[in-house]
């Protein structure tokens, strides 16, 4: 099943809804490839990334699941 990456774009916190819960492990990248250590934390299969300290742009989530590999582009923009 696809995760479900919500809102995008954001204006600092985004939710990914993911069925698999064991085992997943997640990384978010800026377009130029550098890892940004978001806060993470997640109940039951949904997880909440705050990205609110990070400069508007694109991000890249990459998640890793018993099931294989996905990318999401998240945007976020602050609305300033």
């Given amino acids: ?3 479900l990456v919500f809102p ?3 204006e600092g916190i985004v939710y990914v809804a993911i069925a698999t819960d064991p085992g ?3 990384t978010i990248t800026d377009f130029q490839g550098s890892v940004v250590n978001a806060a993470t934390d ?3 299969g949904l997880y909440r990334i705050n990205l ?6 694109p991000y890249l989530l ?7 590999t996905s ?3 998240i945007i976020k923009n602050a609305g300033h």
């Avoid at 609110?52 to 742009?57: I, V």
């Avoid at 990459?62 to 294989?68: A, S």
């Fill in 52 to 57: 609110g300290s990070f400069a508007d742009g």
């Fill in 62 to 68: 990459h998640l890793r699941t018993p099931d294989g």
């Fill in 42 to 44: 997640h109940t039951n």
């Fill in 71 to 73: 990318v999401h582009k």
């Fill in 8 to 10: 995008n774009p954001t």
């Fill in 1 to 3: 099943e696809e995760p």
């Fill in 24 to 26: 997943i492990s997640m």
